[in-house]
């Protein structure tokens, strides 16, 4: 069993930055692939990044990709999504979610929800415009 809270979340005013935090407990954490998904009001819950259980590998959305860092410390049992150039559009619940790949194919799978085991109970981010 994994435990996942995430933190950090808040109102930030567009082009501005945020850090968000995961902070996992329980089974070892660095085993663990690590992703970020987000779920807007009336829209369905959708990837944003990932992060490999050694760190070495990161994957992300088109939507966000050069403007979101995914990083992860395996000794403070810890995944953290940097966030910069935030736009309005990027308004959600973020939630961080906690994989165990079997297998180098688990990649493949890490944009989907069924890839991942455990998720937190979400961070609200808002970005006014």
């Known amino acids: 069993q994994v435990q996942l809270v995430e933190s950090g979340g808040g109102l930030v005013q567009a082009g501005g930055s945020l850090r968000l935090s995961c902070a996992a407990s329980?089974?070892?954490?660095?085993?663990?692939?690590m992703g970020w998904f987000r779920q807007a009001p009336g829209k369905e819950r959708e990837f944003v990044g990932a992060?490999?259980?050694?760190?070495?590998?990161?994957y992300y959305s088109d939507s966000v990709k050069g403007r979101f860092t995914i990083s992860r410390d395996n000794a403070k049992n810890t995944v953290y999504l940097q966030m910069n150039s935030l736009k309005p559009e990027d308004s959600a619940v973020y939630y961080c979610?906690?994989?165990?790949?079997?297998?180098?194919?688990?990649?493949?799978?890490?944009?989907?929800?069924?890839?991942?085991?455990?998720w937190g109970q979400g961070t609200q981010v808002t970005v006014s415009s």
């Open positions: 992060i490999s259980w050694s760190g070495g590998s990161t």
């Open positions: 329980g089974r070892t954490f660095s085993t663990y692939a």
């Open positions: 979610a906690a994989g165990e790949p079997k297998g180098s194919s688990w990649y493949l799978h890490a944009q989907k929800i069924y890839a991942y085991d455990y």
